[in-house]
């Protein structure tokens, strides 16, 4: 299992980034995806997760209304836009295969949001 996560970076408070997490080494389609993330100091929080026919996605409070994820079967990838940016989002992301954030996981894409 590989999961390859990009898209990351500096961003100012309320701009906007899209990860992407391209997998292998398994059937993607078959899985429910996740995305978590660890901020610096605290522990891994599950952000968001979507099955595996894209239908139905979950969002934790705390970026309900703001992030979006996706997936593309075709090319097997999951992905995570995120608009209207907070220093709080400031994070290392991962993708998660599965609906648990301690699935596996690949090395993550780290997040800075800050002026």
């Known amino acids: 299992v590989q999961l390859q996560a990009s898209g990351g970076g500096l961003v100012q408070p309320g701009g906007s980034l899209r990860l992407s997490c391209r997998a292998s080494?398994?059937?993607?389609?078959?899985?429910?995806m996740t995305w978590a993330r660890q901020a610096p100091g605290k522990e891994l929080e599950w952000v968001a997760g979507?099955?595996?026919?894209?239908?139905?996605?979950a969002y934790s409070d705390s970026v309900k209304g703001r992030f979006t994820i996706s997936r593309d079967n075709r090319k097997n990838t999951l992905y995570l836009q995120m608009n209207n940016l907070k220093p709080e989002d400031t994070a290392m992301y991962y993708c998660?295969?599965?609906?648990?954030?301690?699935?596996?996981r690949g090395q993550g894409t780290l997040v800075t949001v800050s002026s």
């Open positions: 979507l099955n595996s026919a894209a239908s139905g996605p």
């Open positions: 998660v295969r599965g609906q648990s954030i301690w699935g596996e």
């Open positions: 080494g398994f059937t993607f389609s078959n899985h429910v």
